[in-house]
């Protein structure tokens, strides 16, 4: 098993909750959600790593080949609670914190523009045992799976980003409006989340752990960097993105383009009347995993052609 924790960052323990009584909360919420889910048994991991102790949930049997899924930011594994069904038989699944978010994993933040994220999402998979692993990413999640397929290409089978984050610059507009709403309390918080949902069915209990977690945490607010040309240009491990032309924090008709334009062989959707949260798209996740990320499927067989 090689590792990658091959170079130092430096550790930015900016504060992530605004009270430790608000972690509490925002805790106690994730711990009732996974509790009440019952369809599919999962396994509770606290991995230490090289930057931060990291919660895992794992589904699934071990023995299948590894599907690592990371969320964005303001959220937790419990985004990923719906689309556990269009996997469990053809993977090990494995649900991570991403740490300083609200979830379970320690609360400190890599520095974005360090060698911290590489180090942090290497080691993780290093303390896993996993060599390598078809990635499905989401939002600031898809930059650090993009940031590992870049940097460690020989880690990832394959990529599939739900929005994505690190390939052109957020709108400068929505981040001025989403400070303006939280300013407004629920009022705000319900125009924030029309903006970022935009027409997706979210559940009830989804908008009320967002209202929680707004009042008790303190969102990232170092911008994502933006991954270079040459980067890009260099990616020759399966990609696929997913983007809707109503995302209020991202130009995904931009973000498509620069994709198609340095990765060729990219599989890019731009979905239309579509905002930043995309939760309808995994049957075309799945089978972009089976026919392009080189897994070894057991008992379905492997789709070759869309």
Known sequence: MSSCAQRKGIRMNKPVYKSEAGRNIVEAMYRD???AHSEYPFEQLFVTTDIAET?????GDASKPPLV??????SNSAAWLG???????????YCVDIPGEPGLSE????????????????????????????LVTMSMGSWYGLNLLIHRPDRVRALSMITAGGIVPAKTSFIFKAI???MLGNLGQKMLNRA?????EVPPEVLEFQRITSMHFNPVIEALPIFSDDKLRAVTVPIQYFGGDHDALLNSVKTGDRLNKLIPH?????????????????????????????????????????
């Not at 919660?55 to 589904?59: E, G, S, T």
């Not at 689309?83 to 699944?93: G, R």
Request: proline share 3%; glycine share 6%; net charge neutral.
């Open 69 to 74: 899924m990371i969320h964005g930011s303001l």
């Open 266 to 306: 990219a599989d890019i959707h731009i979905l239309k009347d579509t905002g930043h949260v995309i939760i309808d798209q995994f049957p075309l996740v799945k089978r972009f995993l089976l026919s392009r990320g080189r897994a070894i499927v057991m008992g379905t067989g492997l789709l070759t052609s869309f």
């Open 107 to 134: 609360p400190v933040r890599c520095s974005l523009a360090s060698d911290e994220p590489l180090m942090w999402l290497c080691s993780l998979l290093d303390r896993l045992g996993i060599d390598d692993v078809c």
């Open 33 to 35: 959600v996974l509790a």
């Open 196 to 200: 970022v949902y935009h027409k997706a």
């Open 55 to 59: 919660h895992v949930l794992r589904f």
């Open 180 to 182: 303006l709403y939280m």
């Open 83 to 93: 689309s556990i069904s269009y996997f469990i038989n053809d993977f090990c699944i």
